[in-house]
């Protein structure tokens, strides 16, 4: 049998894990510490509750109850490959559920952000590329530069491998990464060379994660 490209994409996975109501365990766990370390990255790259958030993977809203609080109500959008999911944070995670329109619930499997309005000024991808294979990468960072005229800051996180190494290295935190299945590895190169070749001026930054991950700042060239 082939192996899905992650195992997100394995026919019935959502439906499973949903109706046996683990919407918190699809998206791998540390909930709180997780969705707390992504506001504080986002924070400390300026934003601000008048800003427009767009939470990309955004699952069943880790960062999103966390995010939609402190936005300003209408401020906060999402995407995610499963529909569901996100409903599913809608319904079990927000303190207020109508600050948040299910309608900024954006399914959205290949980075095409329909619906999505161009007043975002913050985009965060969190252990979404550790999950698919870099050609994944390389289609979203055109679109979102493009796509959002507005956009101050884009944050993702990636694991990194030394461009010498090859097959399975065991990051910081103890996950095993792979060049060729979920979890994926990238050289910083790889990454920096995508980044900025989509019109954004990138650097990694060695602040440290939940399970190792490298965030990527990237901010719109000339911006």
Same mark, same amino acid.
């Given at each position: 049998m082939t192996r899905p490209l992650s195992p997100y994409l394995k026919p019935g996975f959502y439906d499973d894990a949903l109706a046996k109501g683990r919407h918190r365990d699809i998206v791998g @766990?540390?909930?709180d510490e997780t969705g707390r370390a992504q506001m504080a990255l986002l924070r400390d790259q300026g934003l601000q509750p008048h800003h427009h958030l767009l939470d990309i993977g955004a699952g069943a809203l880790?960062?999103?109850c966390k995010a939609v609080p402190y936005l300003d109500p209408g401020h906060y959008w999402a995407t995610d490959q499963? @529909? +569901?999911l996100m409903a599913a944070g809608h +319904?079990?995670?927000l303190t207020e559920p109508t600050r948040l329109n299910p309608d900024h619930l954006i399914e959205d499997a290949d980075f095409q952000f329909p619906g999505i309005p161009p007043t975002i000024t913050h985009a965060i991808a969190f252990a979404v590329f550790t999950h698919l294979p870099l050609v994944h990468?390389? %289609?979203a960072l055109p %679109? !979102?530069?493009t796509r959002f005229p507005a956009l101050q800051c884009l944050l993702f996180t990636v694991f990194l491998a030394p461009a010498t190494h090859t097959g399975?290295?065991?990051q910081p935190d103890g996950v095993v990464t792979h060049p060729d299945r979920a979890p994926y590895h990238f050289t910083a190169d790889a990454v920096l060379h995508l980044t900025t070749q989509s019109g954004f001026t990138a650097h990694l930054s060695q602040t440290r994660l939940p399970r190792g %991950? !490298?965030?990527c700042i990237a901010t719109p060239s000339g911006a």
């Open positions: @766990g540390r909930w880790r960062l999103g499963s @529909g +569901a +319904a079990h995670e990468l390389a %289609q %679109q !979102i530069q399975p290295l065991r %991950q !490298i965030l």
